[in-house]
């Protein structure tokens, strides 16, 4: 009797485990986050100097996702700040992005400032916006990336 309760205790411990690592490898969309140098510091806004003080700050972070069709974006940051009060949003400085599609296609996007949404990766890039594809150049103030709809919105002195 004891080996059969021994044998169904080990099978709903592998289930258990089994299910575990399926749902790290297949459903969680987040894979990486890095971040050194936590600090509280002052941060200067080149264009504006204005001073950010006793702000929650990141220098050099960089944040990767992965959709489940194997679309990957990356984006690197030279600070970031944390609001208290909204957790979800980041705002980084000294910006570069890239969406490397599953067919190795690469969109390159670069700018000073960018709000980010930890939870959807939706993002916005303001302030001498550059994007790179393929041998092309796009030039603006502002480019929105929304990833729940799937959509790239690029305005302002376009």
């Known amino acids: 009797m004891n080996k059969k309760k021994g044998l ?23 894979k990486d986050l890095i971040e050194t140098k936590v600090n509280e510091k002052e941060i200067f806004n080149n264009d504006s100097d204005n001073k950010i003080e006793n702000s929650n700050t990141i220098e050099t972070l960089k944040y990767i996702s992965q959709d489940l069709v194997g679309n990957t974006y990356v984006i690197n940051a030279d600070t970031a700040k944390f609001e208290e009060n909204n ?10 992005a890239e969406i490397i599609r599953q067919d190795n296609e690469t969109i390159k996007i670069f700018s000073e400032i960018a709000d980010y949404n930890k939870k959807n990766n939706n993002t916005v890039f303001e302030k001498a916006v550059r994007i790179e594809y393929d041998n092309q150049t796009i030039k603006a103030e502002v480019v929105k990336l929304n990833f729940t709809k799937n959509l790239i919105e690029i305005i302002e002195n376009v």
Do not use: A, G, M, R
């Not at 957790?87 to 570069?96: A, D, G, M, Q, R």
């Open 87 to 96: 957790v979800e949003n980041i705002t980084l400085y000294k910006v570069n």
């Open 8 to 30: 169904q205790l080990s099978l709903i411990v592998l289930l258990i485990l089994s299910s575990i690592i399926f749902y790290k490898k297949f459903f969680n969309q987040s």
